[in-house]
């Protein structure tokens, strides 16, 4: 079945520590995105890729870094200096066309020890 | 001035009736907007789009967009308990590139 896979679907990071959420994805979609949600908010973007080893920052980046080495998989990784990292992350992604439908994962729910 | 604007609810509604949500936006650029709906813990699910001034319909699903007032809504005909969730309205910036969530408004529907 065509989708996004996001995994893992929960997980703890300890102080000082870095942790790497995953997305792949087999829809052929050129752009992917990462979105962080808090409890009762909309969703944010941290970053978007519209192409393969390109990448932009999104409103709230810092704390926060990505690659895009393959076009099905954008990586996120939480770094030790995003200090509030407690939050559900979302990926979607879409056709390379502007204006498209974006189509989410299942998400990763990410707390601190 | 927030980019997008929604009532946080919950609203209300009984079983059978006509649920109306309603989003409003500030960037006049915007070409495309969107309707998500979200259970609770779950991610995003893509109910509904509209491109063009007027109403879109779908099931038992409307979006109606008016750009010149900047406001776009989401009727929800004959609303089931199934129908309880989050609705999260989102438009593209100008270059179509970058969507913008607003926070939702809860829609809670009574039997």
């Known amino acids: 079945d065509g989708g996004i896979t996001q995994s893992p679907k929960y997980l703890f990071r300890k102080e000082g520590q870095n942790v790497t959420l995953s997305c792949e994805q087999n829809l052929n979609h050129d752009a992917m995105y990462w979105y962080r949600q808090d409890p009762g908010q909309g969703l944010r973007l941290i970053y978007y890729?519209?192409?393969?080893?390109?990448?932009q920052k999104g409103d709230i980046a810092e704390g926060y870094s990505v690659s895009r080495e393959k076009k099905e998989s954008f990586p996120l990784t939480v770094t030790s200096a995003q200090k509030n990292p407690t939050a559900f992350y979302l990926c979607?992604?879409?056709?390379?066309?502007?204006?498209?439908?974006?189509?989410f994962g299942d998400g990763t729910r990410l707390s601190i020890l | 001035q927030k980019e997008v604007e929604q009532n946080s609810g919950p609203l209300s509604v009984p079983e059978g009736a006509i649920a109306s949500l309603n989003c409003t936006y500030s960037?006049?650029?915007?070409?495309?907007f969107f309707w998500y709906r979200q259970y609770s813990g779950k991610s995003p699910e893509l109910i509904m789009f509209?491109?063009?001034?007027g109403d879109k319909e779908d099931g038992r699903f409307t979006a109606q967009l008016n750009k010149a007032s900047q406001y776009v809504s989401l009727l929800i005909r004959d609303s089931q308990p199934s129908d309880s969730a989050t609705y999260l309205c989102a438009f593209y910036n100008n270059a179509g590139n970058m969507l913008t969530f607003g926070g939702g408004t809860r829609l809670m529907v009574k039997p």
């Open positions: 960037d006049r650029g915007s070409q495309s």
């Open positions: 979607a992604s879409t056709d390379s066309y502007s204006n498209q439908p974006q189509h």
């Open positions: 509209i491109y063009s001034n």
């Open positions: 890729s519209q192409i393969v080893n390109d990448f």
